[in-house]
């Protein structure tokens, strides 16, 4: 009989699974994570898995919504250490769609893997993850109940979707921040008030560049009142259609990401210099979406995100440019300035910078 293996062995063997999984399941965070300082690198690449996992269940097309739900609040349970990872991932593994793709699938399968290694933070670190997973699998929950092609009803609906799937990610991120550095902790409060900001920038950014896609699994985000608005039923639209009232719509939503991703600057710059590695993982993935914004507000006619997805020379553009200008605050915002400068304004962004957006605005 072969003795089992000493715990430390274990979890040993699962941080080394979780790095792994996270190259299948991520290329973008695969790339980014490893730039923060090695005390983060492996509580964010955990909490991104447990966010996956959560995704996984919303976005599984042959579970039905009460198993989604079912699956959403047992999931939480077992974050929060209430429930067997296992049984929970021998449930939900055998109703997966044959569409899952491999890695989503091995994650799940795996599930007791990474809980493992959740379970190992320390009580600060557990409580910003178990958070985020409980806000985010509720309201991801709540939205697939309501999918459709008609889109989201209004601005306030859309503002609420992208705090379910990304603003809490920020305020989560922000929460690890703080709790690795006393002196990012200080300014936590102006942290916070930025980091569903900087989240709903980057989410407007993927619901923009994904609209083609999504409608082909019958969702829609964009908010219906705006384009009813200007003539256009959003239910009605196809691939390429772009006429003067969507695309005028487009045009606002664009501005709307413009002005939070400004605010996921101003967040950039409150950290300290002397923490580059925290600065980089927030400039790449900002610098991105700047890029993909001026890509959509160029083909605003496209038909697939193909179409708008940047390049990878301009991923490693990105990347050497953040490094290279890291701890140059003027020269980033005059560089933000100049590659935001044909993008569309309006009033609601100018209203946005005024930064009405606070943790604990939504549920907590």
Known sequence: MTADPKPGAALTSDHAYQTHILQGVSRTFALTIPALPPELCGVVGNAYLLCRVAD??????QLQPTQQRYFSNQFVSVVEGAEAAERFASELYPLLSAATPEAERDLIRN???????????????????AR???????????????????????????????????????????ELFCDYS???NARREELMRLAVSFGQGLQMTNILKDIWEDRKRGACWLPRDLFLA?????????????????????AQLI????????????????????????????????????????????HRDFSAGSQVKISRRSVRLTVGISNLLVTRDRVLRALMNILTRALPVNDIHEKLNKLNYSAGSHTS
């Open 132 to 174: 985020c997973v409980r806000i985010m699998a509720q309201g991801m929950a709540d939205y697939q109940q309501r999918e459709s092609l008609e889109g989201l009803p209004d601005l306030p609906a859309l503002d609420d979707y992208c705090y379910y799937v990304a603003g809490v990610v920020g305020e989560m991120l922000t």
């Open 111 to 129: 599930t007791v893997r990474v809980i493992r290694v959740t379970h190992g933070f320390n009580a600060r670190q557990r409580q910003a993850l």
């Open 56 to 61: 996984v269940v919303e976005d599984d097309n």
């Open 182 to 184: 006393p002196e990012i």
């Open 230 to 250: 200007r003539g256009v039923t959003l239910g009605d639209k196809i691939p390429g259609a772009c006429d003067a009232g969507f695309g005028d719509g487009l």
């Open 255 to 298: 501005g709307i990401a413009k002005t939070h991703l400004d605010n996921a600057l101003t967040y950039t710059l409150i950290i300290p210099c002397h923490e580059p590695g925290i600065r980089k993982f927030c400039l790449w993935a900002l610098g991105m979406a700047v890029l993909s914004l001026r890509k959509l507000n160029k």
